[in-house]
């Protein structure tokens, strides 16, 4: 059974910086797997913040994080972190840690393209 647990949520400050991970578990992992972050605003719809197309260590980023935000990998490949820097008040979500097996063709933008989800974690930033 494919189980994501992200966790690492919490309060910052802007100009802040905070370290999100997921955890995965009962799967193999292959190089076509997609691994990806979303966050969900109040009052918005889920977004792609960040993704990773495992066999290539192929990353992608929204424009509204790049530069604050990166992606890595325990060695096992087991648990991915998303690293948060400058944080700013925008940045306030529930993010969910998501996967797509088989990504043949890159990671899926849309949340749609992803089957297997963590349960979420919030993140708040406030000053």
């Known amino acids: 059974q494919v189980q994501l647990v992200d966790s690492g949520g919490g309060s910052g400050q802007p100009g802040g910086s905070l370290r999100l991970s997921c955890h995965a578990s009962?799967?193999?992992?292959?190089?076509?797997?997609?691994l990806a972050w979303f966050r969900r605003a109040p009052e918005k719809e889920r977004e792609l913040v960040a993704s990773?197309?495992?066999?290539?260590?192929?990353?992608y980023y929204a424009a509204s994080v790049k530069g604050r935000f990166t992606l890595s990998q325990d060695k096992f490949g087991r648990t991915l972190y998303l690293q948060m820097n400058n944080l700013k008040p925008e940045d306030t979500a529930l993010y969910y840690c998501a996967r797509r097996p088989g990504a043949y063709g890159g990671c899926p933008f849309v949340e749609q393209g992803y089957p297997d989800w963590g349960q979420g974690t919030q993140v708040t930033v406030s000053a």
């Open positions: 009962g799967f193999t992992v292959s190089n076509y797997d997609c």
């Open positions: 990773l197309w495992i066999g290539r260590s192929d990353t």
